[in-house]
Structure formats: structure tokens, C-alpha cells
């Protein structure tokens, strides 16, 4: 008898179940039109005439989907303003920078024989510069400490000088109120800026932060001030350290902000009282792709929080360092402060030129979450003629004195409300999906259910018919070759059709 090691065995295929006919299938979907189309009688005119108004919803459709999907890759977005009503808000902080640097009173001998071509007080040569239009008193003093025989120079530091000869503002403060109540000089932080020695009030460094509880006059920041004018230095000369004009200038900012007073501030003249009305705008930005806000942090050494402030400070800094070598009295940072001549050569020259021309290297994204003051300013004579020799007397000085030297400052909140000024997303996914799907309603009648219908029947007929070719391919194979399997390759075989 002759063993059986392996079984003899005609594999029978597994049958696989046919799918519906198309017109089937048709007449089952969900989708509308092709039931019409695909009938069950022979062609004729109405399913032709049907299936081009099949095939042109459908080419509406696609056009739609299109549009849909370039508008929402443009990103759009839309501005919500709103005005929200607050119990109190935090007062902003004010930066006050007289226009002139440097009290001529305070210059020294050795101050001039290292500043004074920087001045532009004397020439290269030590001399006094046009001498024809300098009045006799300041002539006289200026010969005096332009007297540079048998003198021994010191060293000179740029920050002594304008720490030193800046205005002090408790010479410059002559009354001061907020909410009705005195404030000091005290109140007041030394900050150096682009005009030197600066003042700011309520910066959170001196104190807590002050609060107003109400909005209008009385309710904010009032100080008069004494320019000063008589303290000015001589101006013969066009340079970046001298004014032309008298007066103050004053930013209104955030205390997180840094003053950049030079460029964002505005100016009070003597002889008026101003009257700064403001309202703090709170602006939420988009970042890419919708907006063009920064929403990282700023990469510093000098500044902990975002501002374009800040980023202009820090990047005319780097400028300085990199191109000077040394940075001017008002920049952050350790590397050494410029010298008077590196200052005439070198740093103001530079900085100009980054400032009004080169708009690449300091490129300064607006921050996603900012807020900024609004400010109308109005203005009223001071003093009148009524009571301009009552001021003489009170604080001792000539009518003339006061009428060029005195201003007062009034910086309160129109109304305790605040605007927030907010972009959003004007398209998102969900209604991208919704306005295709809703398209899809109209022009075809179909859904997300009805796609999955016509992916599941493709499905089907295409299984169907890679089977009935599997089918054939081992039927003629077993007929050439009588194929004999072992069980493992069966049960591999049958697996095959499911």
C-alpha cells in the first residue's frame, strides 16, 4: 500500500459574492440623477439629457469647491471692536524729556575740551566757533572755561556728562498732582533716551502702580514745569546733541514698554497748558498665516517682554556695537559707552542712517497682544494777563521768565472704558467643509455618506474582479500542471478570497 505524505487535493475557489449591477446601484444610492441615468430599458434622449445635467452639476460643483478652497487659502480675517467698560484702570506711564540735553551752567572746562567740537561749541582747534553770534554774557563764559592754557584734561565718560549736565527734575518741577493728590520728584525714574536724561512717571519702579478710578480732568496726571530756557545750551551749529526748539517731549506708553521718545513721542511748548485726553486701546493681532504678528518672544539680553520699542532699541544697539564698537549713553547692555569723537564719526552718523534710510537690518514685527494709548491733545495760553504777575511773584521770576519758561501738562483718561481691537479668522475648516457640503446639497444632492456609497460600490466591483481573474489564473494552472498542494498552502489559498 503506497503512503499518503501529502494529500491529493483540488483546490475548489471560493465563490465571492457579485456585486449589484450599476443600475442597481443606481437606483439604491442616495445620489441624485443617476438613478436616471442609469436605467433599466435601453438609451434613450432622457438619459442623455440627464446625464448632461449631471455632469454640468457636477463641473458647477468642482468650480465652487474650487473657489472655496482659494479663498480659504488666502487666509482672510476680519477686526472686532469692541468697548469694554472697566471700575478702574492702571494708569499708563509718562515720559518727559526736556528738548535741551545739556544746561550750558553745568558744562565744565574739561567737559568742552572733550565735547566741545561735539557741541559744536568750539572748532578742531579748541576755538570758539562764531564768535559774532554769541551775546556778550555767554561769550564771557565761554571764554572763561574755553581757556584751555596750562590745563591738565581728566578722564571723561559720557554718562557722568549726561547724567550730570541733563535738567534735574526737581529744578524743572514746580507743582505736581495726580487724583488730586501732591507727587514728588521722587516719583519720578531717571531714564536715558535719545535727548539724554528723561524722567518717568508712574513707571512701577518707584512705587505701585497708580490707579484711576474715573475718567476726565482731575482724575489723571497734572505737573507744571520750568523749561528752563536760560540753562540752554548756545546752538551755533546743526548736530544730533543740540535742539533748535524749547520745550518738552512727552510719550505716553505701557510700563512694560520701553520710552522711544525721539520717535513716538509729541511735543508741549511753553506758554500753553496741554491737555493730553487718552483712551488705552488693547490690540489682539493673528499670527501667520492669517496676520503678520510676532508671537515669540523677543531674543534679548536687555528686555524680558516684546515691544517695537524694544526690538528697535535692541536692534540700533547691535547696529552700534558691531559697526562703532561702543554704544551711546541711552542703549542697554555692557559694552562700553562712545566717546565724544566716536559720537561725531561714528555712532550718530550710523544711527541716522539706520533710523531714516536702512529699513532691512532692523526689520520689527508687531507684537500679537499690544496695547497703545489714543491721545487728543488741546491747548489754552498760560499764563493769562490776569495772572501772570502772581506767578512772577510766587516763584520769583520776571513776567517774561514765565511766559517762556512755564507749561503745564494735564494727561488723564477720556472715560474709564477701554477698546480692544481684535482680528479673527474670517474662514476656518468648518466652514470651508460647510459651504462644500452645502454646494454638494445643491448641485448633486450628495453628502460625506453618499461619497462613502460610490468608494464602497468601487470597492466591491473592483474586489469582484481581481477574484474572477485570480479564478481563471489557477483554473488554467491546474489544468496544465495538476497541481498538488500540501494543507498548509490551501489553507493560504483559500485566505486569498476573503
Known sequence: MKPATVMDLKVEPVPVDEPPPLQ????????????????????????????????????????????RVLFYLEYPHVTKLDEVVAPAMVFPAVTICNLNAFRFGRVTRNDLYHAGELLALLNSRYEIRDVHLI????????????????????????LEFYNRTGH???????????????????????????????YTFNS????????????????GLEIMLDIQQDEYLPVWGETDETSFEAGIKVQVHTQDEP??????????APGFQTFVSCQE???????????????????????????????????????????????????????????PELYKECADPALDFLVERDNDYCMCETPCNTTRYSKELSFVKIPSKASAKYLAKKFSKSEKYIADN????????????????????????????????????????ASILTILELFDYL?????????????KKNQSNSADHSTVLGLDDVKCHVSNFH
Not at 497708580?210 to 480732568?217: D, P
Not at 510676532?294 to 528697535?312: N, P, Q
Open 204 to 219: 512701577g519702579e518707584t512705587g505701585p502702580l497708580l490707579v484711576s478710578m474715573k475718567g476726565g480732568m482731575g482724575s
Open 259 to 268: 520710552p522711544f521718545i525721539d520717535q513716538l513721542g509729541f511735543g508741549v
Open 281 to 339: 486701546q488693547r490690540l489682539m493681532y493673528l499670527p501667520p498665516p492669517w496676520g503678520n504678528c510676532k508671537t515669540s518672544s523677543l531674543d534679548s539680553d536687555f528686555f524680558t517682554s516684546y515691544s517695537i520699542s524694544a526690538c528697535r532699541i535692541d536692534c540700533e544697539t547691535r547696529y552700534l556695537v558691531e559697526n562703532c564698537n561702543c554704544r551711546m549713553v541711552h542703549m542697554p547692555g555692557d559694552a562700553p559707552y562712545c566717546t
Open 459 to 471: 470597492y466591491e466591483v473592483a474586489k469582484y474582479k481581481l477574484c474572477r481573474c485570480s479564478d
Open 135 to 158: 551775546e556778550e554774557s555767554v561769550l564771557e563764559a565761554l571764554k572763561t572755561k574755553a581757556d584751555f592754557q596750562n590745563f591738565k584734561p581728566r578722564p571723561f565718560n559720557m
Open 24 to 67: 442597481v446601484f443606481a437606483h439604491m444610492s442616495t445620489l441624485h440623477g443617476i438613478a436616471h441615468i442609469f436605467s433599466y430599458d435601453r438609451i434613450t434622449v432622457r438619459c442623455c439629457l440627464w446625464l448632461l445635467f449631471f455632469l454640468s452639476s457636477v463641473a458647477f460643483l468642482l468650480c465652487v469647491c474650487v473657489d
Open 168 to 198: 534735574d527734575i526737581k529744578d524743572m518741577l514746580l507743582a505736581c498732582q495726580f487724583r488730586g493728590s501732591p507727587c514728588r520728584p521722587e516719583d519720578f525714574k531717571v531714564v536715558f533716551t535719545r535727548y539724554g536724561k528723561c
Open 406 to 445: 512755564i507749561l503745564v501738562l494735564d494727561v488723564f483718561f477720556e472715560a474709564l472704558n477701554y477698546e480692544t481691537i481684535e482680528q479673527r479668522k474670517a474662514y476656518e475648516v468648518a466652514g470651508l467643509l460647510g459651504d462644500i457640503g452645502g454646494q454638494m446639497g445643491l448641485f448633486i444632492g
